[in-house]
Structure formats: C-alpha cells, structure tokens
C-alpha cells in the first residue's frame, strides 16, 4: 500500500522559509514523477512543484520559480519541497502527490497523480 506522508508546515512571517518533506513509502516510486499541490480556503488545488524521481528533473510554474525549490533524497525515499520569501498568498493545504506521468505537460494536473498525502497546513502572516 502506497502511502505519502507530508510534514514541515506551520506559521511562518511574510518573507520567511519553509521546508515541507514527503517520506514516501510502500511501493518503488523510481519511475514516477513526485509533485506538489496546494489549496487554500475558497479556490481551486494549484500545481506547484514537480520532481521526476529517476534523474531529479524538477517543474516549477511561474508563480513560485524562484521562491520554491523542489528535490529529492533517493536513500530516504523522501520529497522536499524548499519555499523561501513566502507571502500571505502562499498560506494553504499542502499535499504531496506521486503519479505515473511520461507527458510532461501535464504535470499540473492533479488527477494524473494516483497517490496524495494528507496534506500539511503553511500559513504566512504579513
């Protein structure tokens, strides 16, 4: 049984650092891409990050290019997810997702992701 755990989230001031992990586990994941969602109260889940875990490709959209760095640690089996000058819009649910994904354009897609974490709360106070 696959399984996807999230950690790191809390409160953080505007213009603070974060870093989410994801310890992945029950299953080999070597050929799967690794992402990261967000939802905040109100709006739609927003893709943010992506790592493919074979050879650590990472995908950023604009929105967080710069700000957010993704990796992964292959002995651990884990996910991170670097988030440095955070802004009150960054505040929401976390969630980590690995899916079997070979068309890179759709790495924003949450339904291309078979597994999902339960996700890890990030709120940014201005």
């Known amino acids: 049984q696959a399984q996807l755990v999230e950690s790191g989230g809390g409160l953080v001031q505007a213009g603070g650092s974060l870093r989410l992990s994801c310890a992945a586990s029950g299953r080999t994941f070597g050929y799967y891409v690794m992402g990261w969602f967000r939802q905040a109260p109100g709006k739609e889940r927003e893709f943010v990050a992506a790592i493919r875990w074979n050879d650590g490709a990472p995908y950023y959209p604009d929105s967080v290019k710069g700000r957010f760095t993704i990796s992964r640690d292959n002995a651990k089996n884990t996910v991170y997810l670097q988030m440095n000058s955070l802004k009150p819009d960054d505040t929401a649910v976390y969630y980590c997702?690995?899916?079997?994904?070979?068309?890179?354009?759709?790495?924003?897609?949450?339904?291309?992701?078979?597994?999902w974490g339960q996700g890890t709360q990030v709120t940014v106070s201005s």
């Open positions: 997702a690995a899916g079997y994904i070979t068309d890179y354009r759709r790495l924003p897609e949450g339904e291309r992701y078979a597994y």
